[in-house]
């Protein structure tokens, strides 16, 4: 449906935005070396480029950006060691609806890319994984004027991680990461237009 | 402003597995400790890199400790170890000396194993604690007798096992697969060296440091 729109149409119905913030993550890896030996990313600063489109009815679709970067650290027992800098990069798509006037959820489908800054250990020497993530969201909007709006947003989104070099280490399996930001949006556009008038 | 019901993905995301990656066993292992003594030593991260010293005159030796620097660097998922050269031999934590002076032979080959060469990695404890009195010396030497390339691919492999005792694998493998072996047949890290170092590097040393 959204093939149907004329350009002219389409760009006076875009909201674009922008997101500041901060993403928390569990483990990338648990292991076992005479002691509990875990790799986890610091909480990470995260920004976000977003553009949303109308789709159906009340739905909106929205395709997004973002970008986190912090010390990926392994720890154990009372030893933390940076393992390298890890920047993810969050292509996202989502399905944005209003459950309220002011409150809304969406379902998230995008890609988890990793990309550390230096070879330190061999956690990716073989290799940084893009794995595909879900994840769900909900915002909390007010509007500011006539076309802008302030909204504070809840994340999460769940993916799989494994690498070459956990696996040659005799990994199986791979860990399920969960994610969660929370962050604060500005955006722009016609949606909040039609939304106070 | 209407309202919705959200798609069907939250349902995939509901479910969407969860645990962890199994870890490895680790069972390949071998005593690291000092034989006689039951002493232990690693390097822990506050004193990486660990430095290195080579004595100029001591040819491909030099690249041969580049090598196992980063052969043994690479078996750690954690960046547990990492080593680097220094010019300097008061600055270094290790240093690396050869006798003779190595021949000008720039490659290896891959012949049956000779044992051209040999090398001895000792440390110094302070005479009233466990604790380094001074850096780690590396010494190797070589049999003039023998072909320069059989020379040269002993001192790869004596080089990169004598790299295994500074990080802190006093003993040697019972094992002739293994690099820590007593008298290295191979010049790579096995699955036991790797997991023998591993483990090292999550036990308590007994050794302190300088």
Redesign the interface.
Known sequence: MLLVLSPAVLRAQITVGLRVGAVASTNLARDSIVTTVTARQNIAPLVGLRVEVPLRGAYRLAGEVGVSRSNLMSRSDANATVVTGLMIWHPTIAVRVPATPWLTGEARLGAIMYAPSRKTGTLFSAGAPIKPSLGLGIAAARPLGRSWALALVLQYDVHKFGTAALRAHGFRDQSVVHRIALLVALSRGAEHANADR | ???????P??V??AT???????????QQTYEFAEPLSGLAYHW??DELPVRYWVAPDAGAVRDFVQEGLDTW????????F?GILVEDSADADVLVAVTPTPPQVSSTNDPPVVGACRGITRYELAADENRLAGPFHVAIDWDVRYPDVDVVNCLERVTIHEIGHTIGLFGHSPYEADLMYAAPQVTRPSDGD?QTA??L???PRTILPR
């Open positions: 402003m209407r309202t919705g019901r959200l798609p993905l939250i995939a995301v969407a597995a969860c645990g962890t990656a199994l870890a490895p066993d680790r822990t991260a660097s690479d078996q750690f998922l954690y960046g547990e990492r790797r591993e483990i590097y999550h036990t």
